[in-house]
């Protein structure tokens, strides 16, 4: 009998059966009443998140459909859950600008929000793909859906650029995955990541074939997180995007990108860690030079942005990397629940601070104008006090300065770090930490202390002003009170570590 448990899949059944919905319905809507279709994605978010909940506090671990291919675990549903807060909280900052530059508008008005919803079907699936096949649909739906999203301006051709540049990279970096896939496949002879496992546990499988697939497949997955030297659309894309496209390409696809490496290379090949840390610690450490030096000398505050995202992504790999310690060929695991949920830790503080970010720099926009260099956010203080507030203490938790969320994420990834007697890439981290903070504190130095030279009056609807102050102060309340978001990412990486 098939295994199928369909009920663990219902988050994801009920949102494609609500995407699909969504866009039938706003085939008949007018522009005047687009606000319906906004409303309707919000309330399949939130019954997304209902259902996912309700999988979460059970804390068990379950599995769908023939062969395992689908899995519920604790790690999922809390990823799954921080992913629709994080859908939901674009799709509130983008309204207005997406209207202001007709992305609301016509026949395809709706394309956006529809779009938005199906980028993130894709991420539940990665999320919780326990089989290559199923990891791989999962990442081709969130990249079509993210592909058409850059291009949704379709008269604006520095977006449509952006959009050719992402699709002629994403689908070569696809390409290096797929092929990796396809080599492991033909070693172990399953799909399946348990029998891969256990495939590598044998000792049955050439080495030689096995080594060749982690490698092409550590290169799709860091294409994906934007890990140099596989970085080279971040800047180009972040910054040639509609900044609430940005928005989305920049915030929950890094939690699943985050669980597809867990379940890859943790899950599926953790006897060849020896082989892939050492990849990573070379990402790692590529990531947080070029990604700190080069975004010193960025004047576009979007493309300052990306080089950050780069460097951020090179930390969160070091806590991926310090899970397991390899000597004489044994692979000491007693840091592996520490240095993931670290990991995990920091991927959902990045993604807050980001929605914060590109939030205030989307507030900053109005029709016609578009705040995307440095000297867009001079005299920000004279404008708006709170929202330079805000921003300011989004860009000390970037820099890494204390009691702000981004600090307590860094050292939870430098004590993991350490434990596994790596110093010398702590040391390197914080060095690169201390060059990345001139160029994050240089945006609260033109904020506070210069001229402001376009006085016009901040306009921002209620639901914004409310989400970006709580998303600013959730910055503050995490670094001060960090335990219960950390022992959630603990519990839910011990019990899915435990299957």
């Known amino acids: 009998m098939m295994n199928m448990n369909l009920n663990l899949a219902f988050p994801e059944i009920f949102l494609v059966i609500a995407a699909s919905a969504i866009l039938l319905i706003d085939m008949f809507v007018s522009d005047a009443k687009r606000y319906y279709t906004y409303v309707l994605s919000l309330a399949a978010l939130v019954v997304c998140a209902l259902l996912t909940w309700g999988q979460f506090s059970s804390g068990a671990t379950a ?39 007709g992305m609301l508008t016509g026949a395809q008005g709706g394309e956006f929000y529809v779009l938005a919803l199906f980028s993130l079907l894709g991420q539940m699936v990665m999320i919780s793909g326990n089989n290559f096949l199923v990891i791989y649909l999962g990442l081709e739906l969130m990249s079509l859906a993210l592909y058409a999203l850059v291009a949704l301006r379709r008269n ?15 689908a070569l970096a696809s390409g290096f995955l797929l092929y990796g896939m396809s080599l492991l496949y033909g070693a172990a002879g399953s799909l399946d990541l348990a029998e891969v496992y256990k495939a590598a546990s044998s000792g049955t ?36 995007a509609p900044t609430g496209v940005t928005l989305i390409l920049g915030g929950a696809p890094k939690l699943a990108a985050f669980a597809i490496m867990i379940r890859l290379l943790v899950q599926g090949l953790l006897l060849q860690a020896g082989e892939w840390q050492q990849m990573l610690v070379v990402l790692a ?39 397991t310690f390899v000597s004489d060929s044994h692979i000491d695991t007693h840091n592996v629940v520490e240095a993931y949920s670290a990991s995990m830790f920091y991927s959902i503080t990045y993604v807050l601070t980001t929605l914060g970010t590109f939030g205030v720099i989307i507030l900053l926009s109005r029709a016609g104008f578009e705040a995307e260099t440095i000297d867009d956010l001079k005299g920000l203080n004279q404008r708006s006090p709170w929202f330079a507030l805000v921003m300011g203490l989004l860009m000390f938790s970037l820099a890494g300065i204390p009691p702000l969320m981004g600090f307590y994420a860094k050292f939870a990834v430098l004590s993991s770090v350490i434990e596994v007697h790596q110093v010398w890439l702590a040391v390197a981290a914080v060095l690169f930490s201390l060059v990345g903070a001139y160029y994050y504190l240089r945006v609260v130095k033109v904020m506070y202390f210069d001229e402001a030279t376009d006085k016009s009056k901040i306009t921002v609807s209620p639901d914004m002003a409310v989400v970006l102050s709580l998303n600013g102060l959730a910055a503050l309340v995490l670094g001060v009170l960090p335990s219960p978001l950390m022992s959630a990412c603990s519990a839910a990486i011990a019990k899915s570590l435990a299957q």
């Open 156 to 170: 604006h051709s520095v977006s449509t650029e952006a959009a050719m540049k992402y699709f002629i990279l994403g």
């Open 63 to 101: 599995y769908a459909f023939s062969g395992n291919m689908f899995v519920s675990d604790p790690m999922a549903n809390l990823l799954k859950l921080f992913s629709y807060l994080a859908v939901g909280v674009t799709l509130i900052y983008s309204r207005k600008y997406a209207t202001d530059r």
């Open 285 to 323: 450490v590529l990531s947080m030079a070029v990604g700190n030096i080069a975004a010193i000398a960025q004047t576009n505050l979007k493309r300052m942005l990306a080089y950050s995202t780069i460097a951020q992504m090179g930390f969160m790999l070091l806590g991926l990397l310090s899970g």
């Open 205 to 240: 499988v050439k080495p030689l074939i096995f080594n060749c697939g982690i490698v092409f497949l550590v290169a799709g997955l860091a294409f994906k997180l934007g890990a140099v030297p596989f970085h080279m659309w971040v800047p180009d894309v972040y910054q040639g």
